[in-house]
């Protein structure tokens, strides 16, 4: 009996593929944030972030071409309420190459261009993606099954500009940025917890991004270092951090059992920015600084994985390929 499967194209390179620049992107970020507990990590950021620069402009060509060829494919994930929120991952990922270019010296013209590119981008989607909550006849079978962890991409996602912004010669912009994602993320997490009570957890494919949850209090703390936040609230948005990871790693033996998608992309960054945090928080030495680095070497044993079941994935063709269920239907 022949295998008949969906044809691999590029028509289903969705911008869920940018959240591997976003991963690679905190993991490089994070390996600095280790420098002060030793001087090598400099370089392990460095060779990070290149490889993060090269998959962003290979992935820029592809979407170029996607849209050039695919057109009616973009829109559909522009319009889906599920895949919508994915969209922001490119800019987030334009900030985000922004940000560790400027850590490593970079902060010329290109630098300056990405971040403000990505940080208006960023906020244009978080604009389409609030606007759909005001939608006329939008009923809850069509609003809840949207509200996954996923939202918290373009929602929080504002809180990324101040990383490098302060330092770029952009704080006042970087600091409203920061406000909408401060003000947006308790109402994004009231959201996804209701729409548990409403109609179950997300579907199990999307257990990964349960990870998510571990970004917003994070990298609020971390850009609120830079916009000159007082140490008490980066040590409680650290203990929210670290609650999540918690509620995350419940979850984790079932993500596993789930076949490989885009969707564990979902634990990169969470996991890259939690390190860079407890990194930040660390002391030069002791305990908690053994504590920092091993899960700086966690969060890097799981992005190295997940490059290489990316990459195991394309060889197979088994990434390329249309989602299953990926909008759900207005009767569920």
């Known amino acids: 009996m022949t295998d008949i499967r969906p044809v691999s194209s590029i028509e289903h390179l969705n911008f869920a593929w940018f959240a591997m620049v976003m ?14 507990h030793w001087a090598g990590a400099a370089q392990v950021s460095m060779g990070v972030g290149v490889v993060a620069a090269w998959l962003l402009l290979a992935l820029l060509l592809a979407t170029v071409w996607r849209v050039l060829r695919h057109p009616a494919a973009v829109l559909a994930d522009v319009r889906d309420p599920l895949r ?29 261009a990405a971040w403000m590119l990505g940080s208006a981008a960023l906020l244009l989607v978080t604009t389409g993606v609030v606007q759909r909550w005001f939608q006329p006849g939008l009923v809850a079978a069509q609003f809840w099954p949207a509200m996954t962890p996923a939202l ?48 179950g957890l997300w579907p199990q494919r999307m257990l990964p991004a349960t990870f998510i949850t571990i970004a917003p209090p994070s990298v609020l703390a971390l850009s609120g270092v830079q916009l000159g ?66 899960w700086l070497a966690g969060a890097t044993a799981v992005i190295a994985g997940l490059l290489l079941a990316t990459a195991w994935g394309l060889l197979q063709g088994r990434l390329l390929l249309p989602e299953p269920g990926a909008a759900p239907s207005p009767s569920a």
């Open 23 to 36: 991963g690679l992107c905190g993991l490089s970020l994070a390996w600095m944030r280790a420098v002060p």
């Open 84 to 112: 919508q929120v994915f969209v922001a991952a490119l800019p987030s990922s334009l900030v985000l190459i922004a940000t560790v270019a400027y850590v490593h010296g970079f902060d010329g013209f290109w630098t300056d």
């Open 152 to 199: 918290f991409i373009p929602v929080v996602g504002n809180v990324l500009p101040a990383l490098a912004g302060v330092g770029l010669g952009h704080p006042v912009w970087a600091a409203a940025q920061y406000g909408i994602a401060a003000v947006l993320w308790p109402v994004a997490l009231t959201l996804v917890l209701v729409r548990i009570g409403k109609v």
């Open 229 to 294: 936040a007082p140490d008490v609230l980066v040590h409680m948005l650290w203990g929210v951090a670290l609650l999540f990871t918690g509620v995350s790693m419940t979850v984790f033996k079932r993500s596993l059992a789930q076949p490989f998608g885009m969707s564990f992309w979902g634990m990169s960054f969470p996991l890259a920015a939690s390190a860079a945090l407890s990194l930040h928080l660390a002391p030069a030495h002791g305990v908690a600084q053994l504590l920092a680095l091993a």
